[in-house]
């Protein structure tokens, strides 16, 4: 079992650049969503799905989109970089989005944008 | 508004000797309590959960965590640390409120065992 796989794991971009973080699951799951990690903030999420077709925003949106065509792949879309953009990205997956399961997390995207 | 908060960057521990990670909680309602931990250079790995229930909670790793309604706590312990716990720990409530179905996360708090 592969859980959550992000690729890839790390990116140096130029400002306005665009680029595609991937995140794909092989654990059946509903929910999927993806975290920035910054030193001293904490995780914030960006962008959720609770199932195919189905995506929305978390609290920090601005500079991303997502979609969620199957089940299992859940790409987030940098559409013109900014170093604001900075950070490292966590892709998470669960059964579904109630409070009885915990998370699993791939292993992160670390992004600099220059 | 819901929140977490974890009041120490870092605690040092010897090892063998037993261990706390301190977690305060703010919200409306049941709260719905977490612990994940971060190794470098990897991704969160849950630990334990607090849904409802007995109070100490049981998880991975040998760690447990107590919840304490009246102080709004939620503190991750275990025993006796091993050099191997040394890591990133986050405590985290389940947004019940917003629809967005997120956690929200403290901002860590570093552990690092000392042999």
């Known amino acids: 079992n592969a859980g959550v796989t992000q690729t890839p794991k790390f990116q140096v971009l130029k400002t306005g650049q665009s680029m595609t973080l991937q995140c794909a699951q092989d654990m059946n799951h509903e929910y999927m969503s993806w975290y920035r990690q910054d030193p001293g903030m904490g995780l914030r999420l960006i962008h959720y799905s609770v199932g195919a077709g189905i995506t929305d925003q978390g609290e920090v949106p601005n500079g991303y989109n997502v979609s969620r065509s199957t089940t299992e792949d859940f790409p987030l879309r940098l559409l013109s970089a900014a170093p604001s953009q900075t950070s490292v990205y966590f892709c998470?997956?669960?059964?579904?989005?109630?409070?009885?399961?915990?998370?699993?997390f791939g292993s992160g995207t670390r992004l600099t944008v220059v | 508004a819901q929140s977490v908060a974890q009041p120490e960057d870092q605690v040092n521990v010897a090892e063998g000797n037993p261990l706390t990670v301190k977690c305060t909680y703010s919200v409306s309602g049941n709260p719905y309590l977490f612990w994940y931990v971060q190794y470098p250079n990897r991704g969160l790995q849950f630990l334990l959960k607090y849904i409802t229930g007995d109070n100490l909670v049981k998880g991975s790793y040998g760690f447990e965590a107590e919840f304490n309604k009246s102080k709004t706590s939620f503190h991750l312990k275990k025993p006796s640390a091993l050099v191997s716990d040394s890591a990133l720990y986050f405590c985290?409530?389940?947004?019940?409120?917003?629809?967005?179905?997120?956690?929200?996360f403290g901002t860590g708090t570093r552990l690092k065992v000392l042999a």
């Open positions: 998470a997956s669960s059964v579904d989005y109630s409070v009885r399961y915990g998370y699993t």
């Open positions: 985290a409530v389940r947004d019940t409120t917003s629809g967005t179905y997120k956690y929200i």
